[in-house]
């Protein structure tokens, strides 16, 4: 399985973004698949993951209420819409097949990811 994320690029404060992530290799209509994020100097994060089958979505608190997850079966592909961008939100992205240990989301892999950088 190949996973490809796109969309990242330079935001002011405020603004908004979708990042796509075109997974090849296989269907994914089985596997729970998330987005984590990476800042300067700190450790890979959980933002949000999506079951594939029922689509429901889970999101760290830090996001929940900006971001939304989602994903297109017919397409393989994977989004996240991201409103109200701040600083904080300064990362590069990744796009996961993960795994879930009692609600904490672990990447079991991943691909290439996008920067997205937020300007004040």
């Known amino acids: 399985v190949q996973l490809q994320a796109s969309g990242g690029g330079l935001v002011q404060t405020g603004g908004s973004l979708t990042l796509s992530c075109a997974v090849s290799g296989r269907p994914i209509s089985s596997y729970l698949m998330a987005w984590f994020r990476q800042a300067p100097g700190k450790e890979q994060g959980f933002v949000a993951a999506v079951t594939w089958t029922t689509s429901s979505p889970y999101y760290s608190d830090s996001v929940k209420g900006r971001f939304t997850i989602s994903r297109d079966n017919s397409k393989n592909t994977l989004y996240l819409q991201m409103n109200s961008l701040s600083a904080e939100d300064t990362a590069v992205y990744y796009c996961?097949?993960?795994?879930?240990?009692?609600?904490?989301?672990?990447?079991?892999?991943w691909g290439q990811g996008t920067q997205v950088t937020v300007s004040s």
């Open positions: 996961a097949k993960t795994s879930d240990y009692g609600g904490l989301y672990y990447p079991d892999y």
